[in-house]
């Protein structure tokens, strides 16, 4: 996982953090997502002033500042729908109950940069989360730091997974209003995402 990051902090860092404890790696009795190597190479630049070695996603620090990091992953799950070219509609309630987006859209014309393609989506959804590399990743925005990235992108992968069985089984069903107003009002974003007309 390469993750891409700008913190508030008027500092530059180049870090590398592991996330390798036991409950990530392979037993029997955990599904297989949790044996990922969640390695996270951190590059961090000033809010303020160059973004430097991270030109790819420059624009959109500098546009969204609500954004602080942005992460490239290949992981089984999302990379398998990374291969369908098909837009991801999040309907795993762990994932959605922490945001407000509700797709995660494929980018197929690689003409157009990955940062250029993110700030497109930004414009019709403001709280987008991710974005397909078509056959390939995903990149995955957070906007609460690399922690709660990486959580994210776990929910993510399993959400990712959960619904490719679903497929199989006949497919998966959108949510009712009425389990988004559950699941936004556990996570607080309920009177958003009424302010919004979501629900």
């Known amino acids: 996982m390469t993750v891409t990051a700008q913190p508030a902090a008027d500092i530059r860092v180049t ?18 997502w949790l ?24 624009e959109v620090f500098r546009r969204h500042p ?8 290949h992981t089984p799950w999302l990379g398998g729908w990374a291969q369908t070219h098909r837009t ?10 922490l945001t407000l987006s509700r797709d995660i859209p494929p ?3 690689r003409s157009q940069s990955p940062g250029n393609f993110i700030l497109d989506r930004l414009v019709d959804d403001p709280d987008l ?21 990486a959580k994210f992108v776990v929910l993510l ?12 089984v006949g497919g998966t069903v959108d949510f ?11 996570s607080g974003l309920l009177d958003e995402a009424r302010r919004r007309g979501l629900v």
């Open 66 to 73: 609500e954004i602080t990091s942005i992460v490239h992953v």
């Open 35 to 58: 044996s990922l190597p969640l390695r996270l190479l951190a590059r961090c630049s000033p809010a303020t002033g160059s973004a430097g070695f991270v030109t790819g996603y420059a």
């Open 176 to 186: 009712d209003k009425t389990n988004l107003v559950a699941q936004w009002g556990r």
């Open 129 to 149: 989360v991710a974005t397909f590399e078509a056959n390939g990743g995903v990149n995955v925005i957070g906007r609460d730091g690399l922690l709660e990235l």
């Open 88 to 97: 991801l509609r999040i309907k795993y309630a762990a994932s959605q109950r």
């Open 157 to 168: 992968e399993e959400g990712a997974q959960y619904q490719a069985l679903g497929e199989l």
């Open 107 to 109: 980018h197929i014309d």
């Open 15 to 32: 870090e590398s953090l592991a996330l390798e404890e036991p409950r990530y790696r392979r037993t029997r009795s955990r599904p297989a």
